[in-house]
C-alpha cells in the first residue's frame, strides 16, 4: 500500500474528476480514494483505463456508506461500486462510518475478501473502542481505520492502539481542507523554511516518520506534485515535538461521538445525493 494516495472528495463533477485523477496518475499517484457517497467512482474507474496503466499498478480504495450497511445490501453495494468503476477488484473496501448495520456488512465484505475480489477489508472514523469491539466479534481483523488526523488532530493514543492491534492509520483530510490557517501556522510555516519545502509538505512529511498513510486532495496539479515529493527531507526530533504542540486534542471535522454530529451524518434522510445510493 503506497504511504501517499490521491483522495477525490468533493470532486463531484465527473469530467473534472476525470480530469484532476488523470492528472494525479500521471504525477505518480497509484492510490485513489473514493466512495460511493462521492458520486464519482465512475470516473475514477474511467481515469484509470484510460492512462493505459496495468490494474495491478494501483490500489484502488472504495467505501460503503450507511444505506448500504447490513449483509445483503453491502454486497449489492459492493458490485455497484465495481461496475461503476469498471473493475473486477478492489484493493481495499471500507465501511465508511461506525453506523448502522455494519457487523453485517463486516460478515459480506469477510466474504468478498476471501474470494478474492476485495484485496483488503477496512474502516473508516471508528473510535478506538469500536475498532476493539469488532475486533472481538468477527475472524478479521480490519487492514486499515482511515481517520480524520491533521496536526490540530494528532490522534496518539489512538495510533498506539492501532499498533496494538497492526491496522494500518490512514488520515482524511490531512490539512483538516485548509482550517484554522493550516497552511500559513506560524509553526508549519517556520519547519518548512527551515528545509526549503512547503507546509504541506512538512504535514505529509511529518504523518510518514508516524507511520501514517495520507491521502491529500487537490485539483491543482502543482500541488498533487508538490504533495507527492516529500521523500527527500527528514524532520528532526524537534521539528516533531514542536508540531505535537499543535494538537487540540478534539475532531475539528466530523466527531462521530457528538449526537448532533451523529444526526447531521444521518441528514441523509433528507439528502436526495445520498437517498439515491
Ligand atoms: N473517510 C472519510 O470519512 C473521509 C472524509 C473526508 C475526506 N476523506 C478522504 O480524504 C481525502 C482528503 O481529504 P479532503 O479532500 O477532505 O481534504 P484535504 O486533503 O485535507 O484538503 C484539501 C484542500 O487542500 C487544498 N490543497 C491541497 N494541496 C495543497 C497544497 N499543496 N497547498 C495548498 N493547498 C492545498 C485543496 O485545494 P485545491 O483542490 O484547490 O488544490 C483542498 O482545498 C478526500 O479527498 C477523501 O478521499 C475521507
Known amino acids: 500500500m503506497p504511504m501517499i494516495g490521491f483522495g477525490v472528495f468533493q470532486i463531484t463533477d465527473l469530467q473534472l474528476c476525470e480530469q484532476v485523477v488523470s492528472d494525479a496518475i500521471s504525477v505518480g499517484y497509484r492510490l485513489l480514494d473514493t466512495a460511493s457517497v462521492y458520486k464519482n467512482e465512475s470516473a475514477v474507474g474511467a481515469a484509470i483505463h484510460k492512462s493505459g496503466i496495468p490494474r495491478e499498478e494501483f490500489f484502488v480504495t472504495s467505501k460503503a456508506y450507511m444505506p448500504e450497511m447490513g449483509y445483503e445490501k453491502t454486497k449489492e453495494a459492493f458490485e455497484r461500486t465495481l461496475s461503476k468503476m469498471g473493475l473486477d477488484y478492489l484493493d481495499l473496501y471500507l465501511i465508511h462510518q461506525p453506523f448502522a448495520d455494519y457487523y453485517g456488512a463486516w460478515r459480506a465484505m469477510e466474504e468478498l475478501y476471501k474470494k478474492g475480489l476485495i484485496r ?14 469488532l475486533c472481538y466479534n ?61 507546509v504541506a509538505q512538512v504535514i505529509l512529511r511529518w ?18 506534485e508538490e504533495n ?21 486534542h478534539r475532531p475539528q471535522m466530523l466527531d462521530t461521538r457528538n449526537p448532533n454530529e451523529v444526526k447531521r451524518v444521518y441528514g441523509f434522510k433528507d439528502n436526495p445525493v445520498i437517498t439515491s445510493l
Request: charged residues 25%.
Open 228 to 248: 507527492f515529493n516529500i521523500w527527500d527531507f527528514e524532520l528532526s526530533d524537534n521539528d516533531m515535538a514542536e508540531i505535537s504542540k499543535l494538537d487540540l
Open 120 to 133: 483488503a477489508i477496512g474502516v473508516s472514523n471508528f473510535p478506538s473502542d469500536r475498532i476493539i469491539d
Open 207 to 224: 504523518n510518514v516518520e508516524r507511520n501514517v498513510i495520507t491521502i491529500p486532495k487537490s485539483t491543482h496539479k502543482n500541488r498533487m
Open 138 to 198: 468477527t475472524d478479521t481483523i480490519p487492514a486499515v481505520n482511515q481517520i480524520e488526523l491533521h496536526p490540530f488532530y494528532q490522534r496518539e493514543d489512538e495510533l498506539e492502539i492501532l499498533k496494538e492491534y497492526k491496522i494500518q492509520p490512514q488520515a482524511w483530510a490531512p490539512f483538516a481542507e485548509g482550517l484554522n490557517n493550516m497552511f500559513s501556522n506560524p509553526v508549519l510555516t517556520k519547519i518548512a523554511n527551515t528545509h526549503g519545502k512547503s
